[in-house]
């Protein structure tokens, strides 16, 4: 019976390998072996969506995928989106509208939103709420997240209408 | 009166309020970055995911912690086996209540001005007995959080179930007494009159009479409370990495439960995700861990996982409430009788007890009115449900919910319409300073400039007018306000002269650095309200240098000067104050080194954007890094009997007032669906008074959330427990808080009545929100309901419970 | 909240994948999407002593047309039937139901096998299944069995798969020209469990509803076919007084266990509603 497993994963770039003990979840993975922080154990039974993050492209939750069930898989972070840049523009639109504040929700909450410009660029606010209604926000009444989000649609379909 | 009002009775004699504006007479009118929508500087870490919570830091040989909680809400400890968890791989220790009670002193969460105040001394981890679910009773520590989890579910507990006590009515009654040594189940009663109530409503022409219930509620941070506690033997100091509200009050509580010198105690919050009241109490879990960091000599984590943040944050909001209102046939408020039962689980809370919320449900209950009389009664009483305490809006939603009710109530049956009726009745803006019947003390407050501008951006009779088409056509809209005030920076009057180790003061050190730019520690805390963004706008403002010049620091004891963190809407009130007087107090030793270097006058000078300008020219005289290289790297080159002195630091307490009182007014739009029961909302608006406004863009946001908040209460949020007091919902699943699709967009819009008991004007704006949501969703629920003849009354606001008024189940 | 210490085991194919679970027996627990599985986990609710993850086995995955039905492997997640053209196009009723499913994290890792086999009655692919009429292929050491949904949830989070079974694909016959369909639910909060939902399919024949299924959702300890509902719609036209006359049986037939927030009284006063704004939609 293997309770730990050799496990390689292309994380946010750059492959890596790992003994993983099979009961660990990929969030605590990041945090405890990788030192990526800015993935957040919010509930840890997949209901809060601060531990939002990619695999294979996809949004998942990622206390509710085993790190070792990723193996050959493609993970992205909120790190990994950040120094790449691919989330600059949401992120300028989040700081600009103050569409944060304790910023535990925020790495999530960027990873959907980013998630959402890909999936339904044409979204209204209702969308973009409904969209997002799977990451919990203590501190913001939702309605900035939903206007920085808005802004980046716009502010694409316009580039979009032009070229 | 027939007792003192608890929250004022320490209060100074009036000062005569004189005109301070924002500038010392003679100076430039400068307001630089106050009143601007500046994006905070400390948000871009945070949206990168690299922030620094307390979970995010590394130690080496840190340990961890799990806790054995009692899974009954009330049984005696009979046998507790730690022998196989001590043997289970990973582990470091295993204690239990009485290998704690060594090394942590009790504590009891009671205090002098809250007269007759009960409470049993409360241990870290329970001994004998556990009283509720979800109490601690054991303490697992392993190498990993896992292992620890391991190990916890080895612990062998043997229990004697006994009698629980769940409802507050039982509780009331006393059949089952929760602490024999107490003799009841009372925590605290308080009784006010004004005396002639009963004469007001004899002489009234209209009376109305509701009761209301309200749900238990818990804060629900993001971020679970955590605690890493690291005691050094070599020097008897502890540090404590704490995502705390308040660290100058953990340490002084630290030094005193585990006797160590407070000087030697370091408490650092560095980012801290979420308090609203949840993080600014002591915690036995967290008491226990420090005790264990202590006792092992090495860093100890605990990380609350969110099944026990559910039995273990503090509970707040389990009212019952009846309240009468007389008024005469004009329309005229003439008295408000209300008599609250509030259930506060099996201990008051230290070191703020668990009184308060009762209490200021009393002290602001009918306050944005005009009547003279007031009666009041509140009982407290303990059960065997998991503790409460000051959660945001401490007892404002209850008494705003209460208060909006039944004033709705009243204008129904005397046929005014609900604006028309608060207009009547709202306390004249032109009549402050005015004493309210409970005794608190306004200073001034804009009640009717607020319900002017709400009803505008509404546009109230297009509303109106809409909802009474749409009702034709079989939808069911409603429309509601409340009126509210708000507690906001406290003085010393709130906890301080109650015997807490609070400090209702807060101080702010500015300096100048080398490079001209300037760094500021205040002892207020960061928890993302925008703190450290608005005292950077401020001292900016006050020193005269642009934004992207200052650096802000907060949430370490052992560097920021001493102060009460962030409870009460203090943060920009008080701490706000302490930044601008030391602002002001820097630039003016800037200038004297100025001066000196030029050799003119000190008052020909002044600063602006970075640059010391002669006053009477506008000439450009030195950048302000001239002056910090000069000041520090060439003193030699100053007069000689000159000492540049380019750090201070000020403080502020408010003292005048025992709050700077806040106000507000909001409108809710609803739409019931009459054959589900379900309940849409679709806009909200909300019009508040906090003062100067320093961000409108954080103010907005803030309020926003503050409104989500008190929606998540009126409509989603209750920690339910059974008749065993086990508490059924005790997840994020089945606990419902509120998400962004059932949100409405929320219009937001400022008066501003700046308090003259500060330069500043500031007054708080955290709780108003969350204070008036409540009561203006069931305001506008039961306006929908009007034409079925039903009514709610009993939070939240289920389906089901709006299908109950209805009659359809 | 961490999971207890388990095994893992990756097989490659699904006989390799049996084998596992023919060893372990009842100490195994299969993983799909691992959105119940994990969260149970993660509460020490659940303690297997080894995972067997069938992900790796791809001829569990897929969606495809022949014979008259639409085969849909097990392992295929929620946001491939939300994407599916063949689905919105064969088997509307899904496209219908799958944006009530969580939230898109949650689509994009939970799959359509894991939901049926979980059997939350609350869930909406039970319900659906009934609905539709779908055939569940199930693969034992033994072979291959087939079940109809409607023999296969037999109590609360009971099916008729057996512990050393697998839950392969699900068969969905093809519906000819006439038939509509309406997903309807109700949930405290969008992507929560419902209190209620319904799936309905009618055939509109000259008017006349044809072929009735009602499935309802969060109304009892399974997913629940509304007969006696559907027998007081067959054959007729919508008006009132059928709506009413389903409504009524429907009351008799449904037999509802409360949740935190709903009594049974609420939950069967909800399905009646849905019922009516079911029809309402099927015939509109």
Same mark, same amino acid.
């Given at each position: ?163 | ?809 | ?128 299944? %009934? $609905?539709?009429? *779908?055939?569940?292929? #199930?693969? !034992? ?5 087939? &079940?109809? =949904? ?74 629940? %076919? $509304?007969?006696? *509902?559907?027998?007081? #719609?067959? !054959? ?5 007084? &059928?709506? =009413? ?40």
């Amino acid at each position: 019976m293997d309770y730990e497993i050799e496990t390689t994963m292309t994380l946010n770039g750059t492959q890596v390998t790992r003994r993983i003990a099979a009961r660990t979840h990929l969030v605590d993975f990041l945090r405890e072996e990788m030192g990526l922080t800015g993935s957040h154990a919010g509930c840890e039974h997949g209901v809060c969506g601060a531990c939002t993050l990619r695999v294979n492209g996809d949004i998942v939750r990622g206390c509710l995928t085993l790190a070792v069930a990723c193996n050959g898989k493609t993970i992205d972070t909120i790190e990994g989106v950040s120094d790449s840049g691919e989330a600059a523009e949401m992120q300028h639109a989040f700081h600009e509208r103050n569409a944060l504040q304790c910023g535990f929700c925020t790495p999530g909450m960027i990873m959907c939103a980013i998630d959402l410009v890909k999936n339904k660029p044409a979204a209204k606010r209702e969308e973009i709420r409904e969209y997002i209604s799977g990451n919990y926000c203590r501190c913001t009444g939702y309605h900035a997240i939903v206007d920085a989000i808005e802004a980046v649609l716009i502010s694409k379909q316009r580039l979009g209408g032009k070229s | 009166m027939s007792q003192d009002i608890v929250n004022s009775t320490t209060t100074t004699p009036v000062a005569p309020v004189v005109d301070r504006p924002l500038q010392a007479p003679g100076t430039r009118p400068q307001t630089g970055y106050i009143g601007k929508s500046e994006p905070r500087a400390n948000a871009k870490r945070l949206l990168q995911g690299r922030g620094s919570y307390t979970d995010d830091l590394r130690f080496p040989r840190l340990a961890q912690v799990a806790y054995f909680r009692s899974p009954h809400a009330h049984a005696k400890i009979k046998k507790l086996d730690l022998s196989k968890a001590r043997v289970a791989p990973g582990v470091i220790a295993v204690v239990d209540g009485y290998a704690v009670r060594d090394i942590c002193s009790p504590w009891m969460g009671v205090l002098s001005h809250l007269k007759g105040i009960r409470s049993p001394l409360q241990f870290p981890l329970a001994i004998e007995r556990a009283r509720w679910q979800g109490e601690p009773v054991a303490a697992v520590v392993a190498e990993t959080r896992a292992q620890a989890e391991d190990a916890r579910d080895l612990v062998e507990a043997e229990w004697e179930e006994l009698p629980v006590v769940v409802d507050m009515r039982d509780a009331l009654a006393g059949q089952t007494v929760i602490h024999e040594e107490l003799g009841d189940n009372i925590c605290f009663h308080r009784e006010l009159d004004t005396g002639e109530v009963d004469a007001a409503f004899a002489k009234a022409d209209c009376v109305v009479e509701e009761s209301y219930s309200f749900g238990r509620h818990t804060g629900v941070c993001l971020e679970p409370r955590i605690i890493l506690a690291d005691y050094n033997a070599g020097e008897h100091s502890l540090t404590v990495h704490h995502n705390t509200q308040s660290p100058h009050m953990m340490q002084q509580l630290f030094a005193k439960h585990f006797d160590i010198p407070e000087a030697n105690i370091q408490v650092i919050a560095k980012d801290v995700g979420g308090g609203f009241g949840i993080k600014v109490h002591t915690y036995p879990d967290e008491m226990c861990t420090v005790a264990l960091s202590i006792m092992l000599r090495r860093p100890v984590k605990f990380v609350a996982d969110r099944m026990e943040s559910m039995v273990s944050d503090i509970h707040a909001r389990e009212h019952r409430v009846k309240i009468r209102l007389a008024a005469d046939k004009a329309g005229n408020i003439l008295a408000f009788d209300l008599d609250d039962l509030t259930a506060i689980g099996p201990y008051s809370v230290y070191p703020r007890t668990s009184g308060i919320e009762g209490n200021q449900v009393v002290n602001l209950t009918g306050g944005p009115y005009k009547h003279k009389q007031y009666r009041a009664k509140l009982d407290a009483v303990f059960t065997n449900k998991n503790v409460t305490c000051q959660y945001r809006a401490v007892g404002h939603p209850i008494a705003a919910a209460v208060t909006e009710g039944i004033v709705d109530a009243a204008a129904i049956k005397l046929g005014i319409d609900p604006a028309e009726f608060r207009r009547r009745n709202l306390i004249r803006d032109d009549a402050y300073p005015y004493t309210f019947p409970s005794g608190i003390r306004f200073e001034k407050l804009s009640h009717h400039k607020c319900l002017d501008k709400l009803l505008e951006i509404m546009d109230y009779p297009a509303l109106r007018a809409e909802q009474a088409a749409l009702r034709k056509k079989g939808i069911h809209r409603g429309i509601g306000l409340a009126s509210i005030i708000e507690v906001t920076s406290p003085s010393a009057a709130f906890y301080g002269v109650g015997g807490a180790p609070i400090s209702a003061q807060d101080g702010a050190t500015l300096r100048l650095d080398v490079s001209g730019m300037v760094t500021v520690l205040c002892g207020v805390t960061e928890q993302g309200q925008g703190t450290d963004a608005i005292f950077g706008q401020i001292a900016a403002t006050a020193v005269g240098v642009s934004l992207d010049k200052v650096r802000v620091l907060t949430g370490d004891t052992r560097v920021t000067p001493y102060g009460g963190g962030t409870w009460a809407s203090r943060g920009a009130g008080i701490g706000g104050e302490a930044v601008l007087q030391s602002g002001k107090a820097l630039k003016s030793n800037i200038l004297d080194v100025a001066a000196a270097m030029l050799n003119v006058k000190k008052v020909t000078l002044d600063i602006i954007d970075n640059t010391i300008i002669d006053t009477t020219t506008g000439e450009k005289k030195l950048p302000l890094a001239e002056v910090g290289r000069v000041a520090y790297f060439r003193p030699d080159t100053l007069p000689m009997n000159f000492q540049s002195e380019l750090t201070v630091t000020r403080h502020f307490v408010p003292r005048e007032y025992a709050f700077t009182f806040a106000n507000g007014v909001q409108g809710s739009l609803v739409e019931v669906d009459p054959d589900t029961g379900f309940i849409k909302m679709l806009k909200h608006w909300c019009v508040g008074d906090c003062g100067t406004v320093i961000n409108p863009l954080l103010v907005d946001e803030q309020t926003r959330g503050g409104i989500v908040q008190g929606i998540g209460g009126a409509m989603f949020e209750e920690c339910m427990y059974d008749e065993r007091g086990q508490m059924l919902n005790a997840n994020l699943a089945d606990y419902l808080v509120p998400m962004s699709f059932e949100m409405p967009d929320i219009v937001t819009a400022h008066i501003e009545t700046p308090t003259k008991t500060s330069e500043l004007g500031a007054k708080g704006a955290g709780e108003n929100g969350t204070a008036g949501a409540p009561a203006a969703i069931m305001n506008a629920i039961n306006d929908a309901l009007l034409p079925f003849n039903a009514k709610v009354r009993d939070m939240p606001f289920t389906p089901e419970r709006v299908l109950k008024a209805l009659g359809k189940v | 909240m961490k999971a207890p210490k388990f095994a893992y085991a990756k097989p490659a194919t699904l006989p390799a994948a049996l084998a596992l679970l023919d060893q372990h027996g009842e100490e195994a627990k299969v993983l799909a999407g691992g959105q119940s599985l994990v969260a149970t986990l993660n509460m020490r609710l659940s303690s297997p002593a080894i995972l067997i993850d069938i992900t790796g086995i791809a001829a569990l995955s897929g969606i495809s047309t022949a014979n008259g039905k639409v085969r849909i492997g097990a392992l295929t997640r929620h946001c491939d039937i939300e994407r599916s053209a063949e689905i919105a196009k064969s088997v509307p009723l899904l496209a219908q139901a799958v944006g009530q499913i969580a939230h898109a994290a949650i689509r994009n890792a939970g799959t359509l096998g894991g939901s049926i086999a979980f059997a939350d009655p609350a869930a909406e692919w039970p319900a659906c299944m %009934l $609905a539709v009429d *779908a055939e569940f292929i #199930i693969a !034992g050491k033994s072979g291959e069995r087939r &079940v109809q =949904a409607r023999d296969f949830f037999k109590g609360l989070y009971t099916t008729a798969l057996q512990p050393k079974e697998i839950l392969v694909a699900i068969e969905i016959p093809l519906l000819g020209a006439g038939y509509r369909s309406a997903f309807l639910e109700l949930a405290r909060r969008h992507g929560d469990y419902a209190i209620a939902g319904v799936a309905a399919i009618a055939k509109l024949d000259a008017g006349k509803f044809r072929d009735v299924r009602l499935a309802y959702l969060g109304v009892g300890a399974t997913p629940i %076919l $509304a007969k006696g *509902a559907m027998a007081a #719609i067959e !054959g007729n036209a919508y008006s009132a007084e &059928v709506v =009413a006359a389903a409504q009524q049986a429907l009351g008799r037939e449904l037999d509802p266990i409360g949740d935190l927030y709903s009594a049974p009284p609420t939950k069967t006063h909800l399905a009646r509603v849905l019922t009516g704004r079911a029809l309402a939609a099927i015939a509109a």
